[in-house]
């Protein structure tokens, strides 16, 4: 089952006892000072984080408050200066070798000179899946996203949003424990932005994975997730994790709730006591 909670804790709490579900990601008094030749950048700052399996967890903030960052420190790709961080009580490094994350980026990132199928199945190649197993996961996740026509198709022959679906397929196609996706609909007009997010709901309660998505949009936070971590700039700190009253089950119809406005209201709020969204 899900778990209910995410916490933040200070630092000379005891991380709280979960109601359920296995705990994913712990982030315990995490700092990231990239050196640079203009002097160090404190991009993060004493980060505490508790992120629950079958959570749906935002990041949310202005301009260079460290979002991305903290993903690619999730997902390996950046290393802390101090503090700790345990994905499904591992490292993140043996987390990324045990194929625990999917990445989806701004950018599709698909190979112009692969097929769909072929691009969805790379991560499968480079992993040494068998054939058969290929071709079951890329027509599982290909139908699941939408595009179960499109198999031969190059990526210049699809739309923006039938691409960034393409790159979710690839990601869900080594079933992941964590989709980690950063700004995914972000390049997006907003009537493809709105139905990838119900897509993107309905992938997320069909595989019970747990998200980690970065977003400039309020209502877009609102409307995905559980959990929404508000951070502030410089440096890059957790302001509030703020859980959501809302429904896991959502419709687009649901923005024009009073509980919808009312948490925009209050992501809002939290989000000036520091700063003014980009
Ligand atoms: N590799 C790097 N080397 C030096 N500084 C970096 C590096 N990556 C990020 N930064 C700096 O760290 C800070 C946090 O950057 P990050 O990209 O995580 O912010 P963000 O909240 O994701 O921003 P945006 O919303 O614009 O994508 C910024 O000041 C950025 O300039």
């Known amino acids: 089952m899900y778990a209910e909670k995410i916490e933040m804790h200070n630092h000379n709490e005891a991380p709280m006892e979960t109601k359920s579900g296995r705990l994913m990601i712990g ?9 640079t030749n203009d002097g160090p950048v404190n991009a993060l700052s004493d980060i505490n984080l508790d ?3 079958g959570d749906f967890v935002s990041f949310i903030g202005p301009s260079g408050c460290g979002k991305t960052t903290l993903l690619r420190v999730i997902a390996d790709l950046e290393h802390p200066t101090s503090g700790t961080i345990e994905v499904d009580g591992t490292s993140p490094e043996d987390a990324r070798l045990n194929r625990m994350y999917g990445y989806v980026f701004q950018a599709p990132a698909l190979f112009p000179w ?5 691009n969805c199945a790379l991560p499968m190649e480079i992993s040494a899946q068998p054939k058969a197993r290929q071709q079951k996961q890329i027509d599982k996740y290909l ?5 179960q026509n499109f198999h031969k198709k190059y990526p210049w022959q699809l739309s923006g949003g039938m691409q960034q679906r393409a790159s979710i397929a690839r990601a869900l196609c080594i079933e992941p ?3 980690l996706m950063d700004e995914p609909f972000g390049a997006l007009d907003e009537i493809t932005r709105d139905h990838l997010n119900m897509e993107l709901l ?12 970065v977003t400039h949009s309020i209502p877009e936070a609102v409307l995905l997730s559980t959990h929404i971590v508000v951070m502030s700039p410089r440096p890059g700190r957790v302001t509030k994790v ?10 687009l119809q649901l923005r024009d709730s009073d509980d919808f406005h009312a948490l925009a209201a209050e992501i809002r709020a939290v989000l000036a006591t520091d700063h003014q969204i980009d």
Request: glycine content about 2%; charged content about 30%; overall charge positive.
């Open 27 to 35: 982030v315990k008094n995490l700092s990231l000072i990239f050196q």
């Open 51 to 53: 992120i629950h399996e």
């Open 114 to 118: 692969r097929t769909i199928a072929d």
């Open 143 to 147: 139908q699941m996203v939408g595009l």
């Open 177 to 179: 424990e964590l989709l």
């Open 202 to 213: 309905r992938i997320w309660q069909e595989t019970r994975k747990t998200v980690v998505f």
């Open 242 to 251: 703020i859980e959501s009253p809302l429904p896991r089950e959502k419709s």
